[in-house]
């Protein structure tokens, strides 16, 4: 079946199995910065933002994705960049298999929340697993990155 | 999971005709819970036209259309105005934003899953399930049913009760090792439920009826969780044994028949 | 311009973040094969019978291999160093399967769909055997898991498979026996360990495809790139000269990827078509059919003095390799090795035991490897002991561990496998930890514990741990630096980068050798073409053994700079000094940039032209432990066991930190790996040797909500044997929280909890059992 799905900023009409589920689609799509992590919603590694709202892409239907909109890493660069450098300069990129699906979270969580505290911070990105860090040195990160941009 | 075809009916009385009509069909509400099916589907049906992605307020009740995300019910001013917040409370910790931003309130009670967390709330507030052909039906006869019916919306009578909420979990956004919802109506009138024993939800009656009879005090809420554990069946499985359960749930109704006076 | 002891940015943490691709399934071609793997419902059964013909004509399926199409070549999958300390006892597909998961037939076609459905047109006809899933009643068991006649060890390591032994060891320094029997106070306790599974966040993944040189490539999310190509060539029967792999991005390894997983099944696809095939693991096989952690039963005997001067410790293990016997014999000797030099001033030590097969997915490599296991049970024995003897657990630590300066003669005995290396210990830094950490927590008004209110309880627990550096006499690690026109080098290193930040550390290190910015070096890493030989990230050594490689490394490019740079400005190499980024004379009278010089090779000073090149590498002589001291404070919910981890400090001596924050990382990200294995993450079976836990949905690592408090400072430390200082800081992290836990645990609500992992059902439990005593 057909979709009409609005990826980066791009429209495109992109031909799909019904069971497909839009992590694969995006990846055949070019979005590699989408990342397989499991197969059960559990991880965050998928995450994309739909209409700007972090989703996980490997428990969404493409197919109910069609008419909507959606951004990874690759449509938002110099946000990202804006973001990383202080995942960076904390060394809490290591692996970094977990860190886009952790920057889009952290994107969808400075448009919900004004000002989140430690806890909060933790609560809203604690669907993205990551085995390398530890975590803490995100919460670093992304408390300096807030704490800066005001 | 394989799907043949894929449907997003503009319209309920579409989507419950393919329902009944078409072989092998089966609803879509978020979807999550649905892709770890092993299943052959024929039709899929996505309700995600049906505009049913609604939060409000009448005089007497809450009204929570089927599509409503977890995360929108979370989050939203007016679920949260009500019962101390239960709903929201209940929720929260449903493995992340980016689940709740896609599991339905539809497809949580629909799934009549053993560890639903959802479902142990609404189970002690006063919360019918709207279907589309049934029409309105008590939760707790909703989920001892089956109804081959598409879920419309959940509405909640806004009656002042106090209530709380209590969950043991391995890490803090694993499935629940046991949750509890206890509400208190007027002066000694309680609703206990507890879910994830792993089985779904029940109501603890023999501990209300105890309650009923009894002023509130320290001592009669540990007697309630000692009652509700005694009357409650709980099975083992590998998240914990059957005697832990049975522990938790006279800590955690106690606590929050505690939480509720206090 | 330092470049050691400083915190860069890791050299690829933007570009990841960003999202490029760089990870292996990022690289594969877009229409490459895809090959999975059908497996076992049994966890032990004979294939009597196989019939994949409708497989094989199903549309869209390229070829099928099951036991009888692949050479039976017996080998080991451990990804170690050569000669090999693991039983060599797995073929590519074998008529025996040992395990659920384990492989039956491979599949190979043009969609994940088709494979799928190919995968169901497979009949198999298995002959079931009662399966060995309790491994403490392995060994004897008449089921016998390795019945094939081809299995064996390089060297003997007490393999016995009719047994299912897949190894034994035995040591001991002094009479054991005697001096526990003359011993004021003797504790004997007995502790388990649990599997746990590495969860990196990428699944094994790995592609294959053949060039223009008709050579087959594969590119593979692996720890060990040259090990790999060897094992390959051995199952294969191939000459490896015909192998090249290479080795991308990695997403989190952890000892998971140091062995071989759907690499040899890319291979035989590929070979056998001619086309790109990929093979990338979905979360259950790598939870049912990669590796875990060696579970094992730890008994424990510990003779002291009333004053608490230990005498003797016994260490009796018994570990679980599962099906196959990937790392058996060494992680278990580091159970000892790693754990007993801590308190040398025993009169006698002993450690052994046997290594079983059972009918459980593969032990494997695992950051920690033993060492967590033996400390555990080590540590938490000396709380039992300091309970016993009414001493604080610090001092009692303080009184018998080892101390800078001096040895332990297990270093000697002990070592990969076989023979070890006697050391002094020249950096040993556990009196600051000690002193350090229990200030930063305020151990001295927080022990034992402190009642919040009626339901909950504060207690506090601390524990010390030693690692390695590398293996020493065994392990290389190589480099060698190439300098280009405009004065910059590329570094060409064999060494692993697995998110670890080695590539970074590791420029780093030339940088300072050569005293040049960190950006004027660029690292290529790692493949199995064009890098020199590294034995690749394990066994805590990439700093320490790549390090030094690069260290030496760089000192010769260094040289050799000033030894053309002499020729060319016609003065004597005595008189020439090269400060990084001019070539010049001591007077200062001649000199010439290296931007300049650098060219002049390259392009035009014609009889003078030439390339240079350096490369070394370093086989360690010692493997200098880095040492930590780990302390927590919990608060347990007395009626529900349910516990919050408030706060975890550790001090670590990892010698210098080439670079903090990444140190800093690698410390953070152990400790809350090691609190996984501690309270949140077990392996479980249900009776038929299925695992229950192949999801993650059902086997849970740690959220960022669930220790949002993580404390590491460094010991002021250096390392006289390790690059400009420093030690190992991969693996340290991860030993203490099981013990550390266990003690504070104990001190809060005094229960312990002797079999991993502590959960709020064992804690409230024991408390009930402890009430009812009374
Ligand atoms: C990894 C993971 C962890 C989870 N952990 C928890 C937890 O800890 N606690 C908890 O309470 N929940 C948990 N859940 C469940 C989650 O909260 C949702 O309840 C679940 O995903 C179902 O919602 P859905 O919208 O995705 O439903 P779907 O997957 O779309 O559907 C579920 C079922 O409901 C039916 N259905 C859906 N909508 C309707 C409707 N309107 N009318 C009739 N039938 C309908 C479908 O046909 C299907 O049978 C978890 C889910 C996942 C994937
Ligand atoms: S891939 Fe793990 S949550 Fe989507
Ligand atoms: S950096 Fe490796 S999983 Fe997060």
């Known amino acids: 079946m057909k979709i009409n799905l609005k990826i980066n900023n791009q429209d495109k009409i992109i031909d799909i199995r019904p069971d497909e589920m839009l992590l694969e689609v995006l990846r055949k799509n070019g979005c590699l910065s989408v990342k397989h992590g499991c197969d059960t919603g559990s991880c965050g590694a998928c995450t994309v933002l739909l209409d700007g709202k972090p989703i996980l892409s490997c428990s969404y239907f493409a197919a109910k994705a069609d008419g909507h909109s959606v951004t990874t890493v690759e449509g938002v660069q110099n946000k990202v960049e ?13 692996c970094g298999f977990c860190v886009p699906g952790l920057v889009l979270t952290t994107m969808g969580m400075e448009k919900e929340l004004n000002n989140p505290t430690e806890d909060e911070i933790n609560h809203y990105l604690s669907g993205n697993l990551c085995r390398c860090t530890g975590y803490v040195s995100h919460t670093r990160a992304i408390k300096k990155y807030l704490e800066d941009k005001k | 999971m394989i799907i043949d075809e894929y449907k997003k ?37 996505d309700l995600s036209n049906l505009k049913l ?11 929570i259309g089927a599509t409503t995300t977890l995360r929108e019910l979370e989050i939203n001013d007016i679920t949260n105005k009500y019962f101390n917040g239960i709903i929201s409370k209940s929720i929260k910790n449903i493995v992340g934003v980016q689940l709740r931003n896609i599991a339905t309130v539809g497809g949580s009670i629909a799934g009549k899953f053993g560890f639903s967390d959802l479902i142990a709330a609404l189970s002690v507030l006063d919360s019918k399930v709207i279907l589309y052909k049934t029409g309105a039906v008590n939760l707790l006869d909703f989920i001892n049913k089956k109804h081959n019916d598409v879920i419309e919306k959940i509405i909640i009578t806004k009656n002042n009760l106090n209530a709380d909420f209590q969950s043991i979990r391995n890490t803090k956004t694993d499935y629940a090792i046991l949750n509890v919802a206890v509400s208190k109506h007027n002066n000694n009138f309680y609703k206990i439920a507890v879910g994830a024993r792993p089985g779904i939800a029940i109501c603890a009656d023999k501990a209300e009826s105890f309650l009923k009879t009894v002023d509130f005090s320290k001592e009669n809420a540990e007697k309630a969780g000692l009652i509700a554990s005694e009357e409650i069946k709980f099975t083992s499985n590998f998240r914990a044994s059957a005697e832990y359960r049975q522990e938790l749930c006279k800590t955690l109704v106690s606590r929050a028949i505690l939480n509720i006076n206090c | 311009m330092k470049q050691v002891n400083k915190s860069i940015p890791k050299i690829d943490g933007m570009g990841l973040a960003k999202g490029k691709p760089a990870f292996t399934d990022d690289l594969t071609d877009s229409n490459a094969i895809i090959v999975k793997v059908l497996r076992s419902p049994h966890a032990f059964a004979r294939i009597k019978n196989i019939n994949v013909d409708k497989a094989v004509k199903y549309p869209g399926v390229e070829c099928v291999f099951t036991h009888k199409d692949v050479p039976r070549n017996v080998f080991t999958r451990a990804g170690q160093g050569y000669p090999e300390p693991s039983p060599k006892d797995k073929f590519i597909l074998d008529e025996y399967v040992r395990y659920v998961g384990d492989e039956v037939a491979v599949v190979a076609a043009t969609t994940d769909e088709i494979a799928d459905q190919a995968m169901k047109l497979i009949e198999v006809e298995y002959e079931v055997f009662e399966a060995v899933l309790d491994f403490e009643k392995a060994e004897n068991n008449k089921s016998v898991i390795h019945p094939e006649k081809e299995s064996y060890t390089m060297f003997p390591m007490g393999f016995d498979a009719s047994k299912n032994i897949a190894c034994t060891y035995d040591m001991h320094i002094g009479d054991v026996d005697e001096v526990l029997k003359n011993s004021e106070v003797v504790l004997d306790k007995t502790y388990y360990t649990q599997a746990q599974a590495h969860v990196a966040i990428e699944t094994h993944s790995s592609t294959a495809y053949i060039d223009h040189y008709e050579r087959l490539n594969i590119i593979t999310s692996t720890q060990t790139p040259v090990h790999l190509r060897r094992i390959i060539g051995e199952a294969l029967g191939m000459p490896i000269n015909k192998i090249r792999v290479v080795k991308p991005r990695v997403g989190g390894a952890f000892g998971g990827k140091q062995q071989i997983h759907g690499e040899l099944f890319c291979a035989l696809v590929t070979l056998k078509t001619g086309r790109p095939s990929k093979c990338i693991y979905s979360r259950k096989e790598v939870f049912e059919s990669s590796f875990s952690r060696h579970a094992m039963r730890l008994n424990i005997k510990i003779g002291a003095d009333k004053t608490g001067r230990l005498k003797a410790i016994d260490l009796r293990v018994l570990s679980d390799t599962g099906a196959y016997g990937e790392h058996a014999l060494t992680v278990f000797m580091i159970a000892g090795s790693k754990t007993l030099p801590l308190y040398n001033k025993v009169e006698a030590v002993r450690f052994g035991g046997i290594v079983v097969y059972t009918n459980h997915t ?36 303080e009184m018998n561990m080892i101390k800078e300066g001096e040895t332990s003669e297990i270093f000697k005995i002990m070592g990969e496998g ?28 927080k022990y034992l514990h402190k009642k919040i209110n009626a339901d909950k309880v504060r207690g506090i627990g601390m524990a010390i741990a030693m690692q390695g550096s590398g293996i020493p006499n065994m392990d290389m690690g190589a480099a060698s630096l190439k300098l280009n026109d405009d004065g910059f080098f590329n570094l060409l290193i064999g060494a692993t980068d697995l998110g670890t930040g080695s590539d970074t550390i590791l420029a780093q290190i030339a940088a300072e050798t050569l005293n040049v910015p960190v950006e004027d070096i660029v690292v290529y890493a790692s493949d199995s073409d064009l890098t020199p030989f590294d034995c690749g990230a394990y066994a805590s050594s990439t700093t320490f053994v790549s390090g030094n490689g690069v260290r030496k490394t760089a000192e010769k490019m260094k040289n050799l700079i000033i030894s053309e740079g002499a020729k060319h400005l016609q003065i004597n190499v005595e008189d020439t000094i090269f400060d990084g980024k ?22 035009h000073y014609g009889q003078g032209q030439e390339q240079l090149i350096a490369s070394d590498s370093y086989v360690g002589k010692k493997s200098p432990p880095p040492y930590m001291a780990g302390f927590v404070e919990v608060e347990v919910d007395t009626k529900t066991g349910h516990f919050d981890i408030l706060d975890y400090t550790a001090v670590v001596d990892c010698g210098t930190t080439i670079n903090p924050k990444l140190a800093l990382g690698q410390m953070e990200g152990g400790l809350l790996q090691g609190i996984g294995m501690a309270v949140y993450e077990d392996v479980k079976y249900n009776k038929y040797g299925q695992m229950l836990t192949n999801n993650l949905m059902n086997y849970k690592i740690p959220t960022r909500e669930d220790v949002p408090n993580i404390n590491v400072e460094f010991a002021d430390s250096y390392e006289p044997s390790g690059p400009y200082g420093a030690k190992s800081v991969g693996e340290i992290g991860i030993d203490t929280p099981p013990a550390a836990i266990s003690n504070a645990i104990f001190n809060a609500v005094g229960v312990r909890i002797n079999d991993l992992p502590i959960t709020p059902e064992k804690i409230l439990m024991a408390m009930k059992k402890k009430e009812q005593k009374k």
Not at chain 2, 53 to 63: K, Q, R, S
Not at chain 3, 582 to 603: A, H, M, N, Q
């Open chain 2, 9 to 45: 009916p503009k319209t309920i009385e579409e989507a419950y005709s393919i329902l009944t009509t078409k072989e092998n069909s089966q609803i879509i509400g978020g979807g999550a819970y649905m892709r770890l099916s092993k299943k052959h589907i024929g039709t899929a049906v």
């Open chain 3, 582 to 603: 001019t070539i010049k004379s001591k007077d200062g009278e001649k000199s010439i940039s290296l931007k300049e010089i650098s060219k002049g090779w390259l392009y």
């Open chain 3, 418 to 445: 076989g023979e070890g290396t006697a050391q002094i210990i020249e950096s040993c830094k556990l009196d600051y930890c000690l002193k350090r950490g229990s200030e930063m927590i305020k151990w001295n008004s």
């Open chain 3, 362 to 397: 593969p032990g494997g490599a695992y950051r920690g490897y033993g060492a967590i296991q033996g400390n555990f049970a080590l540590e938490s024995a000396m709380d039992e002991l300091a309970d016993k003897l009414n001493i604080d657990p610090i001092q009692l630590r």
């Open chain 1, 82 to 94: 804006k973001i990383s450098k202080y995942l960076v300069d904390e060394g809490s990129v290591q």
């Open chain 2, 53 to 63: 992605d609604f939060i409000t307020e009448t005089e007497n009740y809450i009204e």
